[in-house]
């Protein structure tokens, strides 16, 4: 089969919870099971309304604080507008599930290693590709919802000095009741409350963007074919070329090769976090090669790389060593060199955080960037041609692994 006629396949709406996503991570695992002797099924807990959640928990406490200063409960208001930064960092910095855990279940993530003949005794050197097997819909695409996310922390801002304008402007009146209070300013209070209506307003169009895709009809969902049912594919395919012997595929004498299949993508990142804190002595020898992130492949632009990844107050740059190793294979195979995409939230960030060398790949123009996270990302987007010629890429860069043209980094 071609990684097309994979894609075929799984390019059906799969998100996160659904008995559509867990039935995919039951086909790759099978799939996976029957060319390899060695296949780990990692399981790690799953929130997969992680967004939604968390959304509607920012905006239902920037209701109320919104409340508290219409009623002049300021100090109040001030200390539940600081929740809200408090619960974002800890939820999508640190991946702590504070309300997130509501609808929480069992996530996996599909790991298949490739040997030499020899054995992992006989594997000095060590690749590993990866994808995510889960899709999302969202009333907003990856470009619309930039300003949003962008605001948010503003939002958030206006919350706390409309609150903090409050306190200043309310103080008791005598020493010994706090029950009589002085009415702020006019001036004062028109500015609290606008800058309130603000963040309200603002924290409204996060919860839209975070969990919107649920109001979402079922026919107009995301079939996920380039985010990320398309590098899927390109895997699957290059496990079975991994695990024939013909001629023509790389004879593995001396590198390990390592598939990954994350779930939990499209709630920051939870597979690949799971993965990332086994650490190093889970993923042996693999820890110390290079990571190959696939994102957004099969389009028609250029081959591409993110020269950064993380969250949305922690950037990670990309491993030179895996730059080199993507730009050798592509110029050996006579592709033009991948171009600078940018920044980007996938999973490579995770495991860049983690201080593994990756990177993350596809096809992107950054002058044209694509729409995804809605019905339009099918497969009458998806260049056949370009999954095999990506495919042709990974088997080049394990060839040059093999070869020990690049090792150092």
């Known amino acids: 089969m071609t990684a097309y006629d994979i894609l075929l396949n799984i390019a059906v709406p799969r998100p996160n919870g659904s008995q559509a996503c867990e039935e995919t991570a039951r086909a790759i695992a099978d799939f996976m099971g029957s060319l390899s002797g060695r296949v780990q099924v990692q399981e790690f807990f799953l929130r997969p309304y992680m967004q939604a959640v968390t959304g509607a928990f920012f905006l239902t406490i920037g209701i109320a ?10 100090w109040i208001a001030l200390l539940l507008s600081l929740i809200i930064p408090a619960v974002y960092i800890a939820e999508f910095e640190f991946d702590v599930p504070v309300v997130s855990w509501i ?24 690749i590993t590709f990866s994808a995510h097997y889960d899709s999302k819909t969202d009333l907003f695409d990856h470009e619309q919802r930039k300003p949003i996310y962008s605001f948010a922390p503003v939002a958030m801002a206006c919350l706390i000095a409309a609150s903090a304008v409050g306190v200043a402007f309310c103080r008791p009146r005598r020493r010994w009741t706090l029950s009589t209070r002085r009415a702020a300013p006019t001036a004062s209070r028109v500015i609290l409350l606008a800058l309130a209506g603000v963040g309200v307003a603002g924290l409204f169009m996060l919860a839209l963007a975070f969990g919107g895709g649920l109001l979402v009809p079922a026919h107009l969902q995301s079939p996920g074919a380039r985010d990320d049912g398309a590098a899927v594919a390109v895997l699957m395919s290059l496990a079975e070329k991994l695990a024939s012997s013909q001629p023509h595929q790389p004879q593995l004498e001396r590198t390990a090769v390592r598939l990954v299949f994350f779930g939990g993508e499209e709630v920051n990142m939870q597979g690949s976090a799971a993965y990332a804190a086994a650490g190093a002595v889970a993923m042996g020898g693999f820890a110390e090669g290079p990571v190959i992130n696939c994102e957004l492949v099969g389009g028609a632009a250029p081959f591409c790389y993110w020269e950064s990844s993380g969250t949305f107050l922690s950037k990670y740059c990309v491993s030179e060593q895996a730059l080199r190793l993507y730009q050798e294979a592509l110029s050996t195979l006579g592709l033009s060199p991948a171009v600078n995409a940018g920044s980007i939230f996938d999973d490579s960030g995770r495991l860049l955080a983690a201080g593994l060398q990756a990177i993350g790949v596809g096809h992107g123009d950054p002058g044209k960037p694509d ?13 056949p041609q370009r999954l095999d010629e990506t495919e042709q890429v990974f088997l080049q860069m394990i060839s040059i692994v093999e070869r020990e043209e690049t090792r150092s980094g």
């Open 65 to 74: 604080c919104l409340v508290l200063l219409v009623k002049r409960r300021y």
């Open 103 to 126: 609808g929480g279940r069992t996530g996996v993530n599909v790991i298949a290693d490739f040997l030499p003949p020899g054995g992992e005794a006989a594997a000095d050197r060590y």
């Open 371 to 383: 729409s995804y996270h809605n019905a339009g990302d099918s497969v009458d987007r998806v260049v």
